[in-house]
């Protein structure tokens, strides 16, 4: 069992009690066992319906959308990708795309862009993603198409959404006005009563014409507002229910802020004039932080930050108050720059449960749900038919509550058979941000075969057509217990249902410890378990992946990304039970050992200056780069070194502009993710271009990447590298190669 401590078994005797010596005897009780679980504080990992979101072009034919062919200012082929490498490879599940109407804005649609939409959403669903949506007429402009253009266009869209609701996270109510943003429209200014009927009539035309599972957000909060005042039917609607939005339909409104931090009102979010009154910035913001469905949920609120920092700061207070306070569940992690960046270099004391991070790894942790298990109780032995008893404690460290309906089970497998078993009457909706009781909850087993079950707790998808798909389960943030190919949570490895025969009992828990960290290594070793029958390997696991299964009682994992991480290791015996986990072992790998580069330094990459922000290198001149698959297109740097993840496509460069002929190599610390790389880029100084792989190394060989750092010094002279002049260093990465190189430093000696 991993990532569990059993506390303490609490069993009822079976018996007779009798009362007065001839009383009745009271009913035998089922033997319970409530354990406790490991909290995983400090682990980015991927889980549905929340997080940090990336922008593609989803409708990709550019023969019916302009924004896919590259005559568009701004073309970028990656968003294009419909396997979403960039997304996944940065470990986001959201995608966002508009659909852009800037041809239609007279005339139908055509099937052959309805197609295109239905196939990309078919992509979505092949990825294991889930995609926001917003429909716009004009990218920057003004726009004033029909109300009955639109709505035509709703209904044209809806069969298409329908289809594909499980994989619409939600929608941006869209169509008015520049990118859709409800301003630069005839039918969106706040102070005019008189374009309020159109906006309301929209919103309900977009609601009733689509599946109730799909929220809608508004882009300001007083048209949230706006709409909650109307209790008489605006005057020419049809819709149903006389035109007036349900509770149902008010439940699905949230609120999607697309200029977050960007001055003390979110660059007019907050601060627009109303025909129904004034409200201030700090009124607003409140009816942001009171949004909650008729069912005690969070609503969706999500979002971008826009190409101004105003309301930002270094501290990272505004954006950890304003995240929480409003319950976020989403955000645009490649817009913008001037405000993820800040995130990126914000030095996040320890606070509460949360370690000493950047305030983007926090923001990235928390965007949502984030669900931790502290304890459960349940029946540790029942019969095939009979009752089965569960409660449970756990914490949202989120900072708002899953937005869509969601069943809950517990899972009973024994490797042969599996059984999934509904917890009725849970809504985890209603699990917001801070401590969650789940009370004991009776079920009723199926017919089940005898003999020792894992029990799991399984949070799938609302729609059945995902639930296979454990891409679309909650992953608990707990130590241990995440089963990534079930797609459930591990409670127990050891229930007993009906008469347990053979090798019924796990192994004892390891006691785990681990040795100085050597680079990026970390050298690892326990105490061996014992078994009843044996002890055949051993499970270990990195922030709840496992990594090996090894025989023995050591094992040392290489190339370990920077920062903190957890250890956990559990037995396994020969009937496949796991043990408890072991005891929780945390290290902190600060990245690559080595002497600070000699000679002359063009980039090492170590925060000064700050590398793409300050678009500098090390000689004071400019640096930068675009098209890779991470860190918006610039690549990231972590633990003092730039990972480049490319995908046939990215560029790097930066200005040497200084005579540097007292040096005899051009030298470049590097390592692969796979190795082999050497092939998939080039190299340009001096006059020279060369496929990485191709230079001249001293003794005639030629440069190869491996999975660890080393110096690769290329002589220049012998490159027909003009030192006098070198002007710019440039890394070209079109040559149909897919993985990532991480640069240490690049310098001259």
């Not at 828990?509 to 014992?530: D, E, F, I, K, Y």
Request: aromatic share 10%; glycine share 10%.
């Amino acid at each position: 069992m991993r990532g569990i401590q059993r506390v303490r078994t609490a069993a009822v005797a079976a018996a007779v009690l009798a009362l007065a010596l001839t009383g009745p005897a009271l009913p035998a009780q089922a033997a319970t066992t409530t354990a406790t679980y490991t909290g995983d504080y400090a682990t980015v990992f991927t889980n549905p319906e929340r997080g940090f979101h990336n922008r593609y072009e989803i409708i990709n034919d550019p023969s019916v959308n302009d924004y896919a062919s590259n005559t568009i200012p701004g073309f970028n082929p990656d968003m294009l990708d419909r396997t979403f490498a960039r997304a996944k490879a940065d470990g986001n599940t959201l995608i966002h795309s508009y659909v852009h109407l800037d041809k239609y804005q007279t005339t139908d649609l055509p099937q052959a862009l309805l197609d295109n939409l239905s196939s990309g959403l078919a992509a979505i669903r092949a990825q294991g993603l889930k995609i926001v949506l917003r429909t716009a007429y004009v990218w920057d402009g003004y726009s004033a198409v029909t109300e009955p253009q639109m709505e035509r266009h709703i209904d044209q869209l809806a069969p298409v959404l329908a289809a594909n609701a499980d994989v619409v996270m939600h929608l941006e109510a869209g169509f008015f006005g520049a990118w859709g943003e409800w301003h630069e429209s005839p039918y969106t200014a706040a102070s005019e009563e008189s374009q309020s009927p159109v906006r309301y009539r929209l919103v309900k035309k977009l609601l009733s014409s689509t599946p109730a599972s799909i929220p809608v957000a508004i882009r300001y909060p007083i048209f949230n507002y706006e709409f909650a005042q109307r209790t008489t039917p605006p005057a020419g609607c049809t819709l149903p229910n006389n035109c007036l939005l349900t509770t149902q339909e008010f439940d699905r409104l949230g609120f999607h802020d697309d200029c977050f931090l960007a001055d003390s009102a979110d660059m007019g979010t907050y601060d627009q004039n109303s025909w129904l009154g004034w409200f201030d910035v700090a009124q607003k913001k409140q009816w942001v932080y009171d949004y909650a469905t008729s069912t005690g949920g969070n609503k969706i609120v999500g979002g971008e930050t826009c190409n101004a920092s105003g309301g930002n700061d270094t501290a990272g207070v505004n954006a950890q108050y304003e995240l929480s306070h409003q319950h976020w569940t989403e955000i645009n992690a490649d817009y913008a720059a001037v405000n993820t960046d800040i995130w990126k270099h914000a030095q996040m004391p320890a606070s509460g449960v949360d370690p000493a991070e950047t305030l983007y790894h926090r923001i990235q942790r928390k965007l949502g749900y984030r669900l931790r298990l502290a304890d459960a109780t349940f029946t540790n032995s029942a019969a095939p038919g009979a009752g089965f008893t569960f409660s449970a404690h756990l914490v949202n460290d989120g900072y708002a509550g899953i937005i869509k309906p969601r069943p809950v089970y517990l899972v009973f497998d024994n490797g042969t058979n599996r059984y999934n078993v509904q917890l009725t009457g849970l809504d985890p909706r209603t699990w917001k941000s801070g401590a969650i009781t789940v009370p004991t909850q009776t079920v009723t087993l199926p017919a089940m075969a005898s003999g020792s079950y894992k029990l799991a707790l399984w949070l799938p998808d609302q729609a059945t057509g995902l639930r296979s798909n454990p891409a679309y389960s909650v992953r608990l943030a707990n130590s241990g217990t995440w089963d990534a190919a079930k797609g459930y949570n591990v409670l127990s490895n050891a229930v007993t249902v009906g008469t347990c025969t053979g090798d019924c009992t796990p192994p004892t828990a390891p006691t785990l410890s681990a040795g100085a960290v050597n680079g990026q290594s970390v050298p690892l070793s326990w105490t061996g378990a014992t078994d009843n029958v044996g002890v055949v390997g051993y499970r270990v696991y990195r922030d709840g992946t496992l990594l090996s299964s090894p025989t023995g009682t050591t094992y040392t994992d290489t190339n370990v990304p920077t920062g903190s991480h957890t250890y956990t290791v559990s037995a396994r015996d020969a009937a496949g039970y796991d043990s408890p986990s072991s005891n929780a072992v945390t290290v902190t790998v600060s990245g690559p050992t080595t002497p600070p580069p000699v000679g002359l330094v063009l980039d090492d990459f170590d925060g000064t200056p700050a590398y793409p922000s300050a678009a500098k290198n090390d000689l004071g001149r400019w640096t930068g780069g675009n098209c890779f698959l991470n860190g918006s297109g610039n690549g990231v740097v972590a633990g003092g070194a730039l990972a480049l993840q490319y995908n046939n496509c990215g560029w790097f460069g930066s200005d040497v502009g200084q005579d540097v002929s007292g040096y005899t190599y051009l030298v470049v610390r590097i390592k692969g993710a796979t190795g082999g790389e050497q092939a998939h880029f080039s190299l340009s100084i001096g006059g020279t271009t060369k496929v990485f792989g191709d230079f001249v190394l001293d003794g005639g060989g030629h440069p190869a990447i491996t999975t660890a750092y080393q110096d690769i010094k290329i002589p220049m002279a012998a490159n027909a590298i003009n030192r006098a002049s070198p002007s710019q260093l440039a890394l070209g990465f079109w040559y149909g190669g897919n993985s990532t190189v991480t640069v240490d430093s690049i310098g001259f000696q």
